[in-house]
């Protein structure tokens, strides 16, 4: 290939980039640009990108209709320990999946296929029930028990994956300067693996942070109730939302996601070759 045919590639794929990249920001720039609007320029037929008049009305209104503090309390509890339990259980069984060739990683495999191919409408119903039989309905711990199952199969698929993409003679040289398997897991798979668990638990986060059916169905109280919940009572009864509030809200529900990414996506290279240097 020519410098000018990889030139133009290249140039191709920034331009790919950008436009994707343009793609995803408009909805969140337009949700801002709402949540700053106040009423009249919301009903106006000639809207605009910047409010001529910004306010933060809607944000004061938002928080006196709807109880958003003890939402996102409710979520975040949700999100952060559905997280933790199901990292704490996939690095481990990622780790033999991906070292360990056989008809029980075949069986594992096939597994977290086939689990991300049942929509949530087929499962609710017997979920409910099981819940129901161990009086977890309108609880949050049934909640993040949900939570943590659901993203139990993409989290093994992620992490194995990392696991094999790690070369495996630096465990073999780790076990010829006479390291156990333990002490070879700990200090030099562990710092290499890294990445790749606080990437998942990043997606195990935000995939229950913004869940909204099995809250919808499972939770019951309104005290209980998670924060993609709580937004639906911005809906009037004829289905008329009130866009102002709503805006202001939904643009609130999204900070944590994007902050919680901001600051980790700075470190989640930090310990790609940790675990390569020899102490």
Same mark, same amino acid.
């Given at each position: ?21 343009? $793609?995803?920001? @408009?909805? +969140? ?9 106040? %009423? ?9 990108? =910047? ?7 809607? +944000? ?19 999100? *952060?320990?559905?997280?933790? =339990? ?64 659901? %993203?139990?199969?993409?989290? *093994? ?12 003679? *630096? ?10 398997? *333990? ?13 790749? =668990?606080? /990437?998942?638990?990043?997606?195990? $986060? =935000? ?6 059916? +099995?809250?919808?169905?499972? @939770? ?28 202001? /809200?939904? $643009?609130? %529900? ?6 919680? +990414? ?18």
């Amino acid at each position: 290939m020519s410098p000018r045919t990889s030139g133009s590639a290249r140039a191709g794929q920034y331009l790919a980039l950008l436009c994707y990249l343009v $793609f995803l920001a @408009l909805p +969140f720039l337009w949700l801002l640009s709402t949540a700053f609007k106040p %009423a009249r320029e919301l009903g106006s037929l000639h809207p605009t990108w =910047i409010p001529r008049d910004p306010t933060l009305g809607n +944000f004061r209104q938002a928080f006196e209709e709807q109880p958003l503090l003890r939402a996102a309390g409710n979520s975040l509890t949700a999100a *952060l320990a559905a997280a933790l =339990i199901a990292v704490v259980i996939a690095t481990p069984l990622a780790y033999v999946m991906a070292r360990r060739r056989g008809r029980l990683a075949a069986a594992a495999t096939g597994w977290v296929v086939i689990s991300q191919a049942f929509p949530f409408v087929l499962v609710i119903i017997p979920l409910f029930l099981v819940l129901k039989n161990l009086r977890l309905i309108n609880s949050l711990t049934g909640l993040v028990m949900v939570y943590a199952v659901w %993203a139990l199969p993409f989290a *093994l698929w992620m992490l194995s994956g990392y696991v094999r993409a790690l070369p495996v003679e *630096l465990e073999e040289a780790a076990a010829v300067d006479g390291a156990g398997r *333990l002490r070879t897991l700990v200090s030099v798979t562990g710092p290499l693996l890294a990445p790749g =668990i606080v /990437a998942t638990a990043l997606f195990a $986060f =935000i995939t229950a942070w913004n869940e909204f059916f +099995f809250a919808l169905v499972l @939770l019951k109280s309104p005290e209980k109730q998670t924060l993609p919940v709580v937004l639906t009572h911005f809906l009037g009864a004829e289905g008329v939302a009130d866009l102002g509030p709503l805006a202001a /809200a939904a $643009f609130l %529900a999204t900070l944590p996601s994007l902050v919680l +990414f901001a600051v980790i996506q700075r470190r989640i290279t930090g310990g790609m070759l940790a675990g390569a240097v020899k102490s």
